[in-house]
């Protein structure tokens, strides 16, 4: 199938940067009422007039007219505008799936070895192995959610991702279901009511009150959200990092890290999702592939691996001239003046 060529912007969400053109307006109008308001206090209206005799009112206007074309021109370069080569676009058909995936510390315990956090990077690897023609974006998550890979079909840029996750990528410690659910939402499209799915990762050790009214919101988007409980109920102890001994609290007990199955499970049913206490990789991988292949499967266009002609660089270069051209202009007019006078001698 041959994709349309077309002209349009990698980053659209920069749009908002031409507002700035108000404020160099704001800045000419300004400037005006503050050259307006400087002559008045000096008094003399024939003195200010002979000041200001070789001042040009129209080169100081195409200043500015030439500094917002600059500024337009910065702005459209930020925003990228690009077409394809027009060749055939990858056709592929699948789902897009967000993976929250829990990188407290607390899965750093070795109830499953090596340890809670380990298994979980395997049990992501073989899912995205099985699951090629579907797109796959990546959150981290602890006291806080991040954001590391958008919406992609190029799984042998999330397995780095993946590779790389570790606790030192979130440092502020906790286990926030709710955020990690709401960050793993705006990966997927709004219009789209359906082809949405998060699995959820996590030992859902520190009870968030807010995750299953999130579920809830989110299922009503359309979103099915599947669960894997990583970790055992009798609980480990978590080695620390630097000292490899076991995590003590503030009074020196020894800290002892349960898995919460009861939080993860409502989550997935209030989703029609489907909760999995990771014993095995295979099985585990069988039952989430089992569920999500209930869901209705969509065509779109793989983009990863096509060739873009990018305006960035005539853009870049566009609003470089127009500031050099405007450097240029001066508001003296002594040289036009200086014309006419030997024109009338």
Do not use: C
Not at 76 to 87: E, F, H, S
Not at 177 to 204: C, H, N, Q, T, Y
């Amino acid at each position: 199938m041959n994709y349309l060529v077309e002209l349009h912007f990698q980053y659209r969400s920069f749009a908002w940067l031409f507002l700035g053109l108000l404020l160099i307006a704001a800045l000419f109008v300004y400037i005006l009422y503050w050259k307006k308001k400087t002559g008045e206090r000096i008094g003399d209206p024939s003195m200010v007039n002979k000041m200001i005799r070789y001042y040009s009112a129209n080169k100081f206007l195409v200043k500015f007219i030439l500094i917002g074309i600059a500024f337009s021109m910065g702005v459209l370069a930020v925003m990228n505008p690009r077409k394809t080569g027009g060749t055939d676009k990858t056709q592929r058909k699948g789902i897009d799936m967000a993976i929250a995936l829990d990188v407290s510390k607390s899965m750093l315990a070795t109830d499953m070895a090596p340890s809670r956090l380990d298994r979980a990077r395997q049990l992501i690897q073989k899912l995205m192995e099985s699951m090629p023609d579907d797109r796959i974006a990546l959150i981290l998550f602890a006291g806080k959610a991040y954001m590391q890979m958008p919406l992609t079909a190029d799984h042998g840029a999330a397995s780095l991702f993946v590779t790389s996750a570790s606790p030192d990528a979130v440092p502020q410690q906790g286990t926030v279901i709710a955020d990690a659910l709401e960050m793993s939402a705006r990966v997927f499209d709004p219009a789209e009511k359906k082809f949405k799915s998060i699995l959820l990762i996590s030992d859902g050790e520190d009870h968030d009150p807010d995750a299953v009214r999130k579920a809830i919101e989110l299922s009503e988007q359309g979103i099915m959200i599947n669960t894997v409980g990583i970790g055992s109920v009798e609980g480990s102890t978590i080695p620390d990092p630097v000292t490899g001994e076991p995590k003590k609290d503030a009074s020196g007990t020894v800290v002892i890290s349960k898995l919460n199955e009861e939080e993860l499970k409502s989550i997935s049913e209030k989703t029609n999702g489907v909760y999995v206490r990771l014993a095995t990789t295979d099985a585990a991988v069988a039952a989430l592939k089992a569920q999500l292949a209930q869901i209705d499967r969509k065509a779109y266009g793989d983009v990863s691996l096509m060739n873009f002609t990018s305006y960035y660089t005539w853009l870049a270069m566009a609003m470089l001239l127009f500031l050099l051209l405007e450097s240029l202009v001066t508001e003296n007019r002594r040289q036009e003046a200086d014309r006419k006078k030997r024109i009338a001698a």
